[in-house]
């Protein structure tokens, strides 16, 4: 909405569930292409919050924001999402198991991880990818 000195006025009206459908294309645009989606299961409200621009030259201005909450789901049985864990896992070729837990549960869609190394007195990841078995529990 913007409001000008010469007593114009112009408004923007969307229809929530419009304004739905836009939302959501914008998050699909920002996805990663093969590895994530998301879940959009539940109609939660549109949240629509208007901010002055206290800051802004034109004392008459606004600033709308929209959200809506998505869950976001990241595909590592897919072919870009088992690179995605082998990229991260060759950064850590040879790391201390700690610093391999701590480094992949940073990752914003990694929830648990369970590592198993062999021989049982072994404390460093292998060398090689080659030598590790990766496994993605839903």
């Not at 790391?95 to 940073?106: C, H, Q």
């Amino acid at each position: 909405m913007t409001l000008t000195g010469k007593g114009e006025f112009l408004m923007y009206l969307y229809d929530k569930n419009h304004l739905r459908k836009i939302l959501i294309k914008l998050a699909q645009s920002h996805l990663l292409r093969g590895v994530e989606s998301f879940a959009d299961t539940f109609k939660p409200p549109v949240i629509v919050s208007v901010l002055s621009q206290s800051k802004d030259p034109d004392p008459f201005s606004l600033k709308a924001t929209a959200q809506i909450e998505i869950q976001v789901l990241y595909d590592f049985e897919s072919t870009a999402g088992k690179k995605t864990v082998q990229n991260i896992l060759s950064d850590l070729l040879s790391a201390e198991k700690d610093r391999v837990e701590k480094t992949l549960l940073n990752h914003p869609y990694i929830k648990d991880v369970h590592i198993r190394l062999t021989p049982f007195w072994s404390r460093k990841l292998p060398s090689s990818l080659d030598a590790i078995d990766i496994q993605v529990v839903k």
